[in-house]
């Protein structure tokens, strides 16, 4: 009888818990962390709505704590009902990131950290952590790991293939700071001292094709992407190139104002680049406010890939008449999120606006045509013709 009356005790305390912790989240978010621009604060649910969600929390907590045969991760439940709730918006790009999820978004969107620089994989049949390659200049090539290296050990610690996460995030760290590998390649095992350095994902490349042309490739706009952009526009012309195709083939997009910054450089002093509307219909011009860098002629590379901020850089050089379009339609991502980092630590991915074109023109789920459609072509022997670049080439002759 004894036992009962404690268990009955601690329910109520987590049922108690678990409301609690549940309204002072939704709370935080509220008051914290989504405030208009005119600084007034929006409620994301109603004092109404929130004791709803409670009554209803509690009534499926008796139940489980009723009849739930295993052991209770209150953790995990907390987080489920939050990201439950949010995917109950319908809207794909409306995300509740907890922990990893949200460090994992934080460091592609910035496109850069500390560690050694390799891209790993889980080998599931053989339960491995297996290389598929180090990142080009990093610290991990220059020591000398190879794809398909398994890495075996880090820190004199042994990991399988079910521990990558783990073993992912212990091989960044402080910089400068050293880390051990030990690898199997070819039967032998091989232990590399590798020091931590700043990594740089998806740099900006660039490279002349021929004569006066020069191709530049922009595979994401993370932090820093328009800056490299510049710097390696800058070096083509500085070696007498004034014709240039840019890649935005299969880049999804990233951080918009890295996006309009490059279509700064592209697009006269005072136009149009971007406008946007939000949930009050308000509408918004975004106008270039200096001189463009790239003067040139200019064809731009797009594919079904090509989206989001993308797509905001396509249609500024397309509505503004200084380039072409080459590939295939974009993908149709026309909506802008913010990222709302909560006090635990969690964050709230949210779309708040809807972009258009400089011309008024609707993208999303429409996505912007080519003003040439080709599609990529394959040889005898399966290998991939870039019939799309040998296009632009053509065109800029």
């Not at 949010?86 to 560690?115: C, I, N, P, R, S």
């Not at 001292?193 to 021929?210: D, P």
């Not at 136009?271 to 001189?291: A, G, Q, W, Y």
Request: charge should be negative; include cysteine; charged fraction near 30%.
């Amino acid at each position: 009888m004894q036992s009962n009356n404690k268990k009955n005790i601690y329910r109520i305390i987590m049922l108690v818990i678990v409301t609690a912790f549940v309204t002072m989240l939704f709370t935080i978010i509220g008051f914290s962390n989504y405030l208009r621009k005119d600084g007034n604060i929006r409620y994301l649910i109603s004092s109404v709505e929130a004791e709803d969600l409670e009554t209803e929390i509690l009534k499926i907590r008796a139940v489980i704590d009723e009849y739930y045969l295993r052991d209770i991760d209150e953790q995990k439940l907390i987080d489920g009902a939050l990201k439950g709730y949010v995917d109950a918006l319908g809207d794909k790009y409306t995300q509740y990131l907890v922990g990893d999820e949200w460090t994992a978004m934080e460091t592609d969107t910035l496109g850069h950290y500390v560690g050694i620089g390799v891209y790993i994989t889980c080998d599931t049949e053989n339960n491995q952590i297996v290389v598929l390659s180090p990142i080009a200049g990093s610290p991990a090539e220059e020591a000398g790991i190879m794809q398909g290296d398994i890495i075996t050990k880090v820190n004199d610690v042994e990991y399988s293939g079910e521990q990558i996460d783990e073993v992912a995030e212990i091989m960044k760290g402080e910089l400068d700071s050293k880390v051990k590998i030990e690898i199997k390649r070819e039967g032998k095992t091989l232990t590399f001292e590798i020091e931590r350095k700043e990594i740089r994902m998806n740099a900006v490349t660039s490279r002349i094709i021929e004569d006066n042309i020069g191709c530049i490739n922009i595979p994401t706009f993370s932090e820093g992407t328009a800056n490299e952009f510049k710097e390696n526009a800058q070096k083509l012309m500085d070696k007498g190139i004034n014709k240039f195709v840019i890649d935005l083939r299969d880049n999804t997009g990233g951080i918009v104002s890295e996006a309009l910054q490059i279509a700064e450089y592209l697009v006269p002093k005072d136009k149009v680049l971007m406008v946007t509307v939000n949930k009050d219909n308000k509408i918004e011009e975004t106008k270039s406010k200096e001189d463009n860098l790239i003067k040139g002629e200019v064809v731009i590379l797009i594919n079904g890939n090509s989206a989001s901020s993308t797509e905001i850089l396509v249609a500024a050089i397309k509505d503004n008449g200084v380039g072409k379009l080459i590939g295939t339609k974009t993908y149709g991502k026309g909506v802008m999120q913010q990222i709302l980092e909560l006090a635990d630590g969690n964050a709230l991915k949210i779309t708040t606006e809807e972009f258009m074109t400089p011309n008024g023109d609707k993208i999303d789920g429409v996505g912007i045509l080519p003003d040439e459609e080709v599609r990529l072509t394959t040889d005898k022997e399966g290998n991939i013709i870039d019939t799309q670049l040998m296009k632009a080439v053509e065109m800029l002759k």
